[in-house]
């Protein structure tokens, strides 16, 4: 299935979303890294099986799904190759941000977003590769896309530590901002899921029908398989909130830029645009759903 320049300029060049997007995440992961700490890491560190257990999942389980959902769902070739792009990309930033919310262990987010990032540079061009041989018949090398990863984990890290140093001078001043800061993250977040319907409408109403079964599935896997696994696996429920959301939370973005700009194929930019979409809705009523079961075991 191939999509004309119409639609992949919607998927791929909304001014509003680039010029927005990264300056109202920065200042929010900023507002984060005010309330951690290098004890945080430390602690995160000392204890990998969570880390561990999380990349397992996002590595090496995810994948399998997409390709098996892509089969189930009968997605078209292009389709499917977009599903599996995201199921390879590391966790969104805004999954630091959906943690916080949700009371999660921010500290084990950003640590898995850096790490994660890191280890897609292989991971990632090897799962396309598959994708694109098993949907499409089409062998290749899949270049690594270092240039996006390295400006998701300035994103994330540079924010994060401005707000840490600022916390270590200024401690009295992170703690009066904890209430302010969690009201700014909610308006993002508001803002976002606005934006993203708003600038995608066309888009979802034209390819909802035909991916966006598979993309909520995956999305309720994704975001299940990693709080149900972390708590079998007896991790705290910041931990495993953190998981939760650090899988669910795809990067959406890299995968779009992957298929227009790496591959050329503007319809694999499909599926990681409604699932962009979608994840935003389901991760925040799963969200408040945590805060439910918090508020009701206190």
């Known amino acids: ?49 969570a880390t561990v257990l999380a ?48 009371r999660g262990d921010v500290a084990l987010n950003v640590s898995l977003t850096a790490v994660n990032s890191l280890l897609a540079l292989v991971t990632l061009p090897l799962w ?21 990863i390295v400006e998701v984990a300035v994103l994330v890290i540079v924010p994060v530590l401005l707000g840490m140093g600022l916390r270590a001078w200024r401690p009295a001043l992170a703690d009066a901002a904890e209430r302010p800061v ?27 029908p035909v991916v966006g079964l598979a993309c909520l599935a995956f999305n309720l896997i994704s975001l299940g398989a990693g709080y149900s696994l972390s708590r079998v696996a007896r991790l705290g429920r910041p931990q495993a909130t953190a998981i939760a959301f650090e899988i669910g939370i795809h990067n959406g973005t890299l995968a779009i830029f992957i298929a227009l700009e790496v591959l050329q194929r503007a319809g694999a930019s499909i599926a990681p645009a409604v699932y962009s979409v979608i994840m935003y809705l389901s991760a925040g009523c799963f969200a408040w759903w945590l805060l439910r079961g918090r508020r009701a075991t206190a």
Request: no cysteine.
């Open 128 to 148: 396309t590769a598959l994708a694109m041989q098993v949907f499409l018949g089409a062998e290749g090398a899949v270049p690594p896309p270092t240039r996006k």
């Open 182 to 208: 969690r009201l700014l993250s909610s308006v993002v977040l508001a803002l976002l899921i606005g934006l993203a319907i708003v600038s995608e409408w066309d888009m979802l109403v034209t390819y909802a």
């Open 55 to 102: 990349l397992a999942v996002q590595l090496l389980l995810l994948p399998p799904v997409a390709f098996a959902l892509a089969w189930v769902t009968g997605l078209p070739g292009e389709l499917a190759l977009g599903l599996i792009l995201l199921a390879a990309s590391p966790g969104g930033v805004t999954a630091n941000l959906f943690s916080h919310l949700a």
């Open 1 to 49: 299935m191939r999509v004309g320049s119409g639609e992949a300029a919607i998927v791929g060049d909304n001014i509003l979303v680039t010029a927005f997007l990264p300056i109202a995440l920065a200042v929010v992961m900023a507002g984060l890294g005010l309330h951690l700490t290098v004890a945080d890491f430390r602690r995160v560190a000392a204890t990998p099986r």
